[in-house]
């Protein structure tokens, strides 16, 4: 009877999700769950809004960067599995109506970290329910107490817990001795002692761990990971919103958004310009969708245009805004084609705008 | 050449879409399967071999047509599916 004892006393292993967005800080927390002998999966979630990849796929001059998804290299220095995840659709709701309102630019950051903790909670609940050993025990992020002023703050965490529906199961290893012991704690399966106190804005101490782990080459994006906090992409968004009179996005729209110069001469009309070869190239995938304006006498950029002309003065306009913008800037013409999205092109003949003759207030962003 | 034998279209998305699309159909092919991935985002050519020996699948090939890159792959031990 008591031979059994040995094989059942053995501890079970534990097993956690971690969201992991590709910079330092998710990267320690999971380091630090592996430390403990937690076995580790990660989610990374694509919202639409990520600036990872996206710039530097589309822009010519970053072409010879080493180019590389920071969520997958991270998970491969980890040596965890990584589940990438589009949320881009059930996303727009977020965007849309944050019950907690946005950061300085239309960043819904608390309402983001709900969301993706609630999507890491549903994948938990249900792998509980359905898979015995692929089953998971708990979620781990990489947040720290004052460490972003809109969604990590000490009064936030509880919010973030209970409303993503974690509740008990949500561990932050970075910040867990400056908050009330989770369940993981609790029971045992995570010693509470080896957890961290981070808090504030230093990196002091994110930096200090990682040199303890050996780590030197990690992602610091400077302003997060996520467009919506840039004020410049935030401003572009609202005015896609005015223009069309009601607060709604496709993919389309917020990707188009990273790409070009937007300039707005008419309340109904934008112009996006190329402004370089990659750009270029990029906007050229859209020609079906939009009207674009290219030239002909001279080199320049492929503009498309958001909204339909009403007149030709207005599209005169525009093909003399992008000009502007073309080799054939100083001359005293320059011929362009503006073709619509069905093909039928027709060309024009225009003097280009003069530099100062573009107003401040047609630039969006 | 690798012959392939499931073929996934992500051209004109860009980085993680391919990922993700490769990800998704990975889960509904079986250990062996082959599939070959085309794409125009150049960044597949690193990330999508960085998925696969992140999750144990195999690169067969790689290579670039033009605009578009290419990747070949085997399905290896788990294809992944959460549940």
């Given at each position: 009877m008591m031979s059994s004892v040995t094989e059942s006393t053995q501890p079970i292993k534990r097993r956690a999700i971690a969201?992991?967005?590709?910079?330092?800080?998710?990267?320690?927390?999971?380091?630090?769950?592996?430390?403990?002998?937690?076995?580790?999966?990660?989610?990374?979630?694509?919202?639409?809004?990520?600036?990872?990849?996206?710039?530097?796929?589309?822009?010519?001059?970053?072409?010879?960067?080493?180019?590389?998804?920071?969520?997958?290299?991270?998970?491969?220095?980890?040596g965890i599995k990584m589940h990438i995840i589009d949320i881009s659709e059930e996303y727009k709701d977020v965007v849309l109506n944050p019950r907690h309102g946005y950061g300085a630019n239309l960043n819904p950051c608390l309402d983001c970290k709900i969301f993706m903790v609630n999507q890491a909670t549903l994948m938990i609940n249900k792998a509980r329910e359905l898979a015995g050993d692929r089953g998971f025990d708990f979620i781990v992020t990489g947040e720290v107490i004052g460490q972003r002023p809109k969604s990590q703050r000490k009064a936030t965490m509880p919010i973030i817990s209970a409303?993503?529906?974690?509740?008990?199961?949500?561990?932050?290893?970075?910040?867990?001795?400056?908050?009330?012991?989770?369940?993981?704690?609790?029971?045992?399966?995570?010693d509470r002692e080896s957890l961290h106190d981070f808090s504030g804005r230093?990196?002091?101490?994110?930096?200090?761990?990682?040199?303890?782990?050996?780590?030197?080459?990690?992602?610091?994006?400077?302003?997060?990971?996520?467009?919506?906090?840039?004020?410049?992409?935030?401003?572009?968004?609202?005015?896609?919103w005015k223009a069309r009179n009601e607060r709604r996005y496709e993919l389309d729209d917020i990707m188009l958004l990273k790409v070009g110069r937007h300039i707005r001469p008419q309340p109904h009309l934008k112009l996006i310009i190329s402004r370089e070869e990659g750009e270029n190239?990029?906007?050229?995938?859209?020609?079906?969708?939009?009207?674009?304006?290219?030239?002909?006498?001279?080199?320049?950029?492929?503009?498309?245009?958001?909204?339909?002309?009403?007149?030709?003065?207005?599209?005169?306009?525009?093909?003399?805004?992008?000009?502007?913008?073309?080799?054939?800037?100083?001359?005293?013409?320059?011929?362009?084609?503006?073709?619509?999205?069905?093909?039928?092109?027709?060309?024009?003949?225009?003097?280009?705008?003069h530099p100062d003759a573009v107003p401040l207030a047609w630039n969006v962003g | 050449m690798t012959e392939a034998v499931h073929e996934l279209d992500v051209r004109r998305m860009l980085c993680p879409m391919p990922v993700i699309k490769t990800q998704n159909k990975v889960r509904t092919l079986a250990t062996g399967d082959c599939l070959r991935v085309v794409c125009t985002d150049p960044g597949a050519l690193s990330d999508i071999p960085?998925?696969?020996?992140?999750?144990?699948?195999?690169?067969?090939?790689?290579?670039?047509?033009?605009?578009?890159?290419?990747?070949?792959?085997?399905?290896?031990?788990?294809?992944?599916?959460?549940?």
């Open positions: 969201l992991v967005s590709g910079g330092l800080d998710s990267m320690l927390a999971v380091k630090v769950m592996q430390e403990q002998g937690i076995e580790v999966e990660g989610v990374n979630f694509f919202t639409g809004f990520c600036v990872e990849g996206h710039t530097h796929a589309i822009r010519k001059k970053d072409k010879d960067k080493e180019k590389r998804n920071n969520a997958l290299w991270v998970a491969e220095q980890l409303e993503s529906g974690a509740d008990e199961r949500l561990l932050r290893p970075l910040c867990a001795k400056n908050l009330p012991a989770t369940l993981p704690e609790r029971e045992g399966w995570v230093s990196r002091k101490p994110q930096m200090a761990l990682a040199k303890k782990f050996g780590l030197d080459d990690f992602a610091q994006p400077a302003g997060g990971c996520c467009f919506l906090t840039d004020e410049s992409y935030s401003n572009k968004l609202a005015d896609l190239r990029f906007l050229e995938g859209y020609r079906y969708q939009f009207t674009s304006i290219t030239t002909v006498s001279c080199p320049g950029p492929l503009a498309l245009v958001d909204g339909n002309f009403q007149n030709d003065e207005e599209m005169q306009q525009a093909a003399a805004i992008v000009a502007r913008y073309s080799k054939g800037r100083s001359s005293d013409e320059v011929t362009l084609e503006v073709r619509s999205p069905d093909g039928v092109a027709r060309q024009v003949t225009v003097e280009p705008f | 960085a998925w696969c020996r992140i999750n144990g699948h195999q690169v067969l090939e790689t290579g670039e047509a033009g605009n578009e890159v290419f990747v070949v792959l085997r399905v290896g031990e788990d294809n992944g599916a959460l549940f």
